[in-house]
C-alpha cells in the first residue's frame, strides 16, 4: 500500500530558531500534499494544501511566512517553522494524495515538535 | 461551520462488545467517506473507506454503514479488543487531488478488558 514517510518523529529546538520537517510518499507520486497540525485531544486542523511545483494554499489564520511550505517535487514536501516559539509547540502531520481521480489519503507518522 | 458532526466524544466498551460511532456530514457533493484509527504520538491510519454508491461495506470486524439520503454514516466495530482502543475519526471529501479531506472531532473508544 501507499506509504508516507515523515521526519523527524521528534524535535526540540529553540525558541527563534527554524525546524523542517520532511515528508516523502515512497511508493506513489504525491501530486497534492496537506499539512495539518493537531492539540492534545483534538482533531486535526489542516494547515495548508500543496501540489507540486505550486505555491502551497494556506488555510484562514495560518502565517505562511511562519510555516513555510515546499512541495519541489511529485515525492517530497517540506514544512519549516521559522523563528519557532513555544507556542508551536504541537504535533505536525502530513498527509499526500495521488492524482485527479485518487481517492484515499495517506497519513504520516507524525512530528512532535517542542520549542523550549 | 462543522461539516462532519462525530459522536459520541468519547466512548467504553466491554472486551466482545460492539463499538458504534456515528456520523453525518452536510455536504451532498462529498463522495469519499474514510474513517481514520490513531494512536497516541502517531498519525492516522486508515481503518475502511466507503463511497456513496454502496450502503455497507465490511472489512474483518469493522463495518461501516452508509445512509446517503440521511447523510449518515457510522462504523462498526465487532468483538472489540483492548487493542482497538484508540482515537477514531470520521471524515469526508469529495473527489480530486487537492480537494481537502474534512475530519469529525474524533471519538475516543477504550475497550476494557
Known amino acids: 500500500g501507499a506509504v508516507v514517510s515523515q521526519h523527524p518523529s521528534r524535535v526540540i529546538c529553540k525558541s527563534g530558531t527554524s525546524v523542517k520537517i520532511e515528508c516523502r510518499s515512497l511508493d506513489f507520486q504525491a501530486t497534492t500534499m496537506f499539512w495539518y497540525r493537531q492539540f492534545p485531544k483534538k482533531s486535526l486542523m489542516l494547515m495548508a494544501t500543496?501540489?507540486?511545483?505550486?505555491?502551497?494554499?494556506?488555510e484562514q489564520g495560518v502565517e505562511k511566512d511562519k510555516f513555510l511550505i515546499n512541495h519541489a517535487s511529485l515525492t517530497l514536501s517540506t514544512l519549516t517553522v521559522t523563528s519557532a516559539h513555544p507556542e508551536d509547540s504541537s504535533f505536525y502531520i502530513c498527509?499526500?494524495?495521488?492524482?485527479?481521480?485518487?481517492?484515499?489519503?495517506?497519513f504520516g507518522s507524525g512530528t512532535r515538535l517542542t520549542v523550549v | 461551520q462543522q461539516q462532519v458532526k462525530q459522536s459520541p466524544q468519547s466512548l467504553i466498551v466491554q472486551k466482545g462488545g460492539i463499538s458504534i460511532i456515528n456520523c453525518a456530514y452536510e455536504?451532498?457533493?462529498?463522495?469519499?467517506f474514510p474513517w481514520y484509527q490513531q494512536f497516541p504520538g502517531k498519525g492516522p491510519a486508515l481503518l475502511i473507506a466507503i463511497r456513496p454508491d454502496v450502503s455497507e461495506k465490511k472489512e474483518g470486524r469493522f463495518t461501516i454503514s452508509f445512509n446517503k439520503s440521511a447523510k449518515q454514516f457510522s462504523l462498526h466495530i465487532m468483538d472489540s479488543q483492548p487493542g482497538d482502543s484508540a482515537t477514531y475519526f470520521c471524515?469526508?471529501?469529495?473527489?480530486?487531488?487537492?480537494?481537502?479531506?474534512?475530519f469529525g472531532k474524533g471519538t475516543k473508544l477504550t475497550v476494557n478488558p
Open positions: 498527509s499526500a494524495r495521488a492524482g485527479a481521480g485518487a481517492y484515499g489519503y495517506t
Open positions: 500543496s501540489n507540486e511545483g505550486s505555491k502551497a494554499t494556506y
Open positions: 471524515a469526508a471529501s469529495k473527489r480530486g487531488g487537492s480537494e481537502k479531506l474534512v
Open positions: 455536504n451532498t457533493a462529498f463522495d469519499y
